[in-house]
């Protein structure tokens, strides 16, 4: 992998958004030995991120799978605020992993441009939203592209790095070397299209077990099983949409479609049915599952 001048200068990343991927892309990189800044508007977000982060490492400590000191020394590397100018001020790269809605991101990428050093990388973990689309609200468009991770992140190995017709080449060395340096398997994807790579793949998937499901082919309990016991998947569609979120499922396939236009790529009617019930899956109790 090459190395650039801009990944040599990685000492501290700055991690936008304290959810559930945020958090644990702020960990993966403490892990790695990188300074992490973990903010989000919300301070109500913060507490709860860095507890479940700490959870997670003692049940790795727990598993023999981390020494004790190494999980205290990355969560020691870690830090959450909520002052984006003051996290943005000394950062290297930054991955915003913020709510899936353009303005708020352009506004973020916007002060990104205002504080950050002239020198870091601003990327963005949307799945749905090429880095086209915020590039424009800053001042270096050549230094942004799309770092999309997946679900847990911690443990996923894929990172599909996204260019823009304005991203340099530097920038996707950067992108892809850090990937790399944060123990992933980076991906590069040439252009913008949605879905990127592994969401399309997925997709293709989800449309195919839904159309079962609401056809009465199959339950979504034996669709899962035949995914998991006939092709060796880890978990079935409706199990992993439970996982990723029914609410995050159902906006890539809106999204999908208002790039599309296409009525067959509208949400699906019964996952759309759980989303406007507030179903969202495992963060909600319930989704196809319950969760008790
Ligand atoms: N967060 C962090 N770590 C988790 C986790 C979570 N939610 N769930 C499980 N893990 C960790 C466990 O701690 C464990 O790690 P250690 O062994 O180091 O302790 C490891 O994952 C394995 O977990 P389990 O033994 O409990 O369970 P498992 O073997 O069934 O694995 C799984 C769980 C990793 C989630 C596995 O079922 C899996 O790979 N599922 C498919 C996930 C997937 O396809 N993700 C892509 C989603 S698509 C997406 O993300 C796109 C997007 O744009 C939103």
């Not at 499922?249 to 759980?274: S, V």
């Amino acid at each position: 992998m090459e190395t650039t001048p801009d990944l040599q200068k990685i000492r501290h990343i700055l991690v936008v958004g304290a959810g559930a991927m945020g958090s644990q892309i702020g960990l993966v990189g403490a892990l790695a030995g990188y300074q992490v800044t973990v903010q989000d508007i919300s301070e109500k977000m913060l507490a709860p991120a860095s507890e479940e982060l700490s959870l997670r490492l003692d049940r790795s400590v727990a598993k023999g799978r981390l020494e004790r000191d190494a999980a205290d020394a990355a969560m020691n590397r870690m830090s959450f605020t909520t002052s984006l100018r003051d996290a943005a001020s000394t950062a290297d790269f930054v991955i915003e992993a913020a709510v899936e809605k353009l303005e708020i991101k352009r506004e973020i990428f916007r002060e990104l441009d205002e504080y950050a050093p002239a020198h870091a990388v601003l990327a963005t973990n949307s799945s749905t939203l090429g880095s086209s689309k915020v590039a424009d609200a800053t001042g270096r468009p050549d230094r942004v592209c799309n770092m999309h991770f997946f679900n847990p992140a911690l443990v996923m190995k894929c990172v599909e790095v996204v260019r823009h017709e304005s991203t340099s080449q530097q920038t996707v060395e950067t992108a892809m070397g850090l990937a790399a340096r944060l123990g992933k398997a980076p991906i590069l994807i040439n252009r913008e299209i949605p879905g990127f790579v592994a969401n399309r793949l997925l997709g293709a998937l989800r449309t195919e077990a839904l159309k079962l499901y609401d056809g009465g082919i199959a339950s979504f309990e034996d669709i899962d099983t035949a995914a998991k016991t006939a092709l060796n998947h880890p978990m079935g569609p409706f199990e992993l949409m439970d996982l990723v979120g029914l609410d995050v499922a159902y906006l890539i396939r809106q999204a999908h479609h208002q790039e599309t236009g296409d009525p067959a790529d509208l949400p699906h009617p019964a996952l759309a049915e759980l989303y406007e019930a507030g179903h969202y899956g495992r963060k909600t109790g319930k989704g196809w599952y319950e969760y008790p």
